[in-house]
Every structure is written in C-alpha cells, then in structure tokens.
C-alpha cells in the first residue's frame, strides 16, 4: 500500500512540474530539421561521354530506363514542332523492327516505352528489362524514320492544335509565352497547323544526328538492378553509340516591362476571362534563392491555403482556384498568377491579385503562415521520397544543373532556416506587380474598358490568339468591303434570296462518333422556324421539339420545357431563312475584321442579340461562304463555348448545305457528315406539336 502511495506521489509530482515548465501562452519552438536519409545512387561514364546513374531498390521486382538529352534550347523558327515529332517518330521502327513488332514486344512484356526530342523513358519487370534495352538500344542506334508514320503524327497535332484553338487557357498560354520571351526566342515560339505542316522527314533526320548525341546525354536505372549488372548492360548495348559534338546557342535574355501593361486575346462568345499576371524572372536552378523563393511564392500561391486562393475564392467568390508560379530555370524563368472568373469581376479579380502581390512585398508574413507552410513542403518533400524516381531525378538535376552533390540531403535544414525577412527579401525581389504583363483571354466588349486603369499608359494591347498584336480600331478589310456586302455575297453563294425562300421544310441526317460512341441526328424543320431533333448515340436517345413559340426536350424518360436563352438561342437557330430575318430577331450584325480560319482569310461577323450573348460568324473571303461559327451555350453545368467549322457544301435544289460539320467545346471535337438532305417534302406541322 506504501508503494502505491509513493508512486502516485511521485506521478503527481512529475505532472506538475511538466505543467509548470510549458508556457501556453507561446508558441513552441520549432524543432531541429529532420535527417534526410537519401537512397546512395552510383554513376559510371562509357568511353562515348554517355553518363549511367545508377539507383538501387529492391523492393520491386522492377527497373526503369530514364535518358534524358541536355542540350541548348533551339529555335524551330517557320517549323516549330519538329523537335516533338522527331521524338515521336523514335518509337515508330527501326532498321530491325517495325512499328507493330516494337509494339507488340512491349505489349507482351506488360512494359512502357515513350519517346520525346529529348528523352527516353521505359519501364518493366526485371526479367524483362534486358530485352526492354534491347529495344531502346535499337531505337537508339539504328532509328528508321518513315514517311507514312511522319504523316499520322503531323495530322494528330494538327487535330490537336486545332482543338486548342477554342481553348481559353490555351490561348493564354500562346500569349503568355509571346509576351514574356518574345518569338525570336525558343520558350517564345509557337506550334501552330502551318509550322506543322512544313516539317520534313529530312528535318527531323537531322536533328536526330545532331543531337541524340551520347556525350550530352544523361542515363538513370532506377529499380531492381545493382551497378555491375548496369553496367555490363549498358556497355554492351550502348557503347557503340557515337558522341558528335553539338552545336550551342545563346538567345538574348528577356526582361520583364518597365511598366505594367495590359494585353487581351478577344473572344466574343465568352462568359468567362482567362486572366493572367506575370513576367520572366531570372531564378537559376539550385541558386541559394530557389528555396527561399520557393517558400514566398507558396504562401502568395501556392497551396490550396495560399491567400491568393483565399482572396480571390474564399473572401471574394471570383473562381474557384488562383495559384501563382514562380519557375527557375537554367536560362530564364518565370512568374505568373491565374485564375478565371466571371467577366463581370475581370478587373476586380486583377486589383486582387496586384493587392496580394503589394502585400507579401510590403509586409512581413505571420508566424503562423511561415510554419504552415513549411510544415506544407517538408511533408510533400517527405512524401516523395516514398518514390524510387524521386532519387533519380535529384540525381539527374545534381548532374545536370551542377547542383551541389549534398543538395537535397540538406534540403530541409535549408527549408526550416528561411525567416519571415528571408520571405520579405525574396517578394522583394521576385515579385514585380509594377514590372507585369497583366494577360486577359476574353470578351473586350465587356471587360477592356475596365483594364484601362491597370495599364500605366491607359492603354489595352489587342492580340490574336497567336500572339500576334493589331489594332482593333483598324479592321484590315479590303477597300468598299461592308457587313452588307459580306451577307449578301453568303446569300448569292448559298443559291440567292429567291430560292432560299423556296424552301418550306428540310430534313437531313447527320451522324458521327466520338470517344467510340456512334451519333445519328435527324433533323426536321419547317418554315419560318419549327424544329424536331432526335439525337440517337446508341443507348439512348434525345429529342428536341419546338413549335416556333414553345420547346421542349425528352431524355431519358423525362421531359424539360426549354425556356430563357436557351429558348432563345433555338428560335434564331432553328430558323430556315435566318440570314435574311436578323432585324425580325433583334440581332445586329457588325463587320469586325478578318481572320484566318484553316488557312484562309475569312470575314469576322459579330451577331449582337438583345440578351448581349454575342455569336461570331466567319465567311470565307473567296467563296463567300460560311465556315465557321460560335456561340455560348448555358447549361446547369456552366456556360461553353461551341465552335461549328462548316464545309462540303452541296446544292439541293438550287441551294447549298455543308454535308461536313466539325463540332468541339472544350477539347472534345466530333466531325458529323450529312447523309441525306431532302426539301419540300411537305412536313406535317403534328410533327412539331408540344403536348
């Protein structure tokens, strides 16, 4: 009983004076950095330059193939692109083996290959590994470029590209990269269908013999494999590759604005701005001040809790995400805050972001924002060292940026030194609201007036989607060209006035496929604007019924009456002699210039409607006819751009219809073919009854 006593005394003891040495009233000092022990990785180098970085783990039974070539950024200049498909076209044959053979030996090893102008990357089970080297090393040495698969990639980017051509964001990117680098320089260039379409089977020869080159490359084998065995590999596939030596370049630095300036890319259908503040920075890799501005820029933008998201989505509600990045680079880098957000808060959203860029700059951080965020970067850190690749690529950024060969052992000891003057320092610094380029992707109607104030010049710079500037006040028409004459050349090319209004009804079927899904649509209409639609995909269908006052849908089971603009946007739409009623709808059509549209120039025509929801219309300047159009379409999901690229016209008595349609928003494309056209069948009006 004593001893029971005794303890509890003792036990009572201890608790109070622990109690009594904690001062509550402060915040605990921060501990020491944690040791990082980082997995050891062995290098060898073969006789040819070639560098071999060698990353044990066990754990799996499994070896990845990393290569990377390091080289001086080149200009592609009138053929940017075939840099990427050079890299495309490695992994399509080689002397030895064809495109299937390739593929099908890596299907069968369940491996991944994948090639780029200036990597290789494979991975597979061990046991198969060395046949997995066999195939690199054969697409390594004994490449086979044809003229055939040349041809399947440039047509898949140009697909690509041209969806990205009714992309915001990649719109913005186009312009932000024009803006902060300039297009005499490589990170300022841009891939576009026509530079696409001029490389070369010889361009891309070339660059593969002048820089697939062993002595600038960089080799890591991570997994399941100790250094002899990689060795022994390596030689024996890879030592008959043959160094050359490559040719360097140096571009001038781009600098960031003497004074802030403001940009925007127009596009009328849209409900929404892309915007965008930013400048180059220079912020070398493994520079002392990576880390410390690493941390800045993470509580400026980083993080979901980083106040730029904070401000702009939780205190304002102007988007549902702001983030900032600060790059470094071996050459130059870059800074930029983005978001999107309604055009009705464009300029507010932008004050915002230069509010929050003055603040970090002016004012010291928390305490608490400090360790959050630290907190924040250890435990990614932390995390990723759980990945076998993460030690081989601190090992391949050591090699290839020269870093230091402690760099990321001591990482965060360096992290958990940076102080809140450290922060202040680096804002300082990096951190240029007043040296911005602020970008806007959006509807100028509705916003450029408002940007005016960002701009110390008062002035908003117009660009294309290409970056390229012009001056919208200047409509770069040919001389005596009106919105008149536009419209009516389109009426005369279509077949005329007179026979257009010959036609009572139509009926057509369209179909296509997407994503591997078949799509039949039959479409009725009848004078001046009844519409019944049923859009078949297969396993289901939807209908679309309007009677030229009411409308309604049926899906699934269910029946919604369409009312508002939807509503609004299918009485214009569904209405046979459109382009001679505009004033019957309220619509004002306004001529606003020329672009090109695949190609050729077309005639730009802006439809003004009552509800201020603009749709753009281009007409080809030879043919007169019309080849592409946008609008906004409203769903309970959010508001879309859609975009309609219209060609194969074909008379039906006596009046031309596309038989192509090409349909995208957003990155999903569909391209629908006519299958029948038939007028004047004498359509009963039952058909368009709403019930």
Known sequence: MKIKIILIVLLTLTVQTLFAQVDRSKMPKAGPAPEIKLGNYQTFTLDNGLKVIVVENHKLPEVTFRMEIVKDPILEKDHAGYIDIAGQLLKTGTKNRTKDQIDEEIDFMGASLYTSGQSIYGSSLTKHFPKLMDIISDIILHPDFKQEQLDKIKKKMISNLKAAKEQPNAIANN??????????????????????KSVTLDMCKNYYENYFRPNIALLALVGDINVKEAKSLVTKLLAGWQKKEVPNFKYKTPKKPLVRKVAIVDRPTSVQSVVMVGYPVILKKGSEDVIKANVMNSILGGPFSSRLNHNLRETHGYTYGARSVLASDRFVGYFNAACTVRNSVTDSSIAEILKEMKRIRNEEVSDDELTQ????????????????????TFALNIEKYNLPKDYYKTYLKKLNSVTKSDIKAMAKKYIKPNNSYVMVVGKADEVAGKLKR????????????YGNK?????????????????LQKYIDAIGGKENLLKVKDKTSVVEGGTQGMNIKITIEQKAPNKLYQVVDFGTGQQKTIFNGEKAKVVAMGQERELKGDRLEQLKIQSNLYLPLEYKKYGITPELAGMEKVDGKDAFKVVLKT?????????YDKDSGLKVKEQFTISVPQGSFTQTTKFGDYREVNGVKYPFKLTQSMGPQSIELKV?????????????????
């Open 373 to 392: 965020i630290k907190n924040y970067l250890t435990g990614s850190f932390a995390r990723s060292l759980e990945r076998p690749q993460t030690i081989a």
């Open 675 to 691: 299958k029948s056209l038939k007028v004047n069948t004498g359509l009963s009006d039952s058909i368009f009854d709403i019930k």
């Open 454 to 465: 960002f701009s110390i010049s008062g002035k908003v710079d117009y660009y294309d989607m």
């Open 175 to 196: 312009l932000r990269k024009v803006l902060f680098y300039g297009k005499d320089h490589p990170y300022g260039e841009l891939v576009t269908e026509e530079t696409v």
């Open 610 to 618: 009552k509800s201020g929801k603009n749709w753009v219309q281009y």
């Open 470 to 486: 012009y001056d919208p006040s200047v409509k770069n028409l040919p001389p005596g060209v009106t919105i008149e004459s536009v």
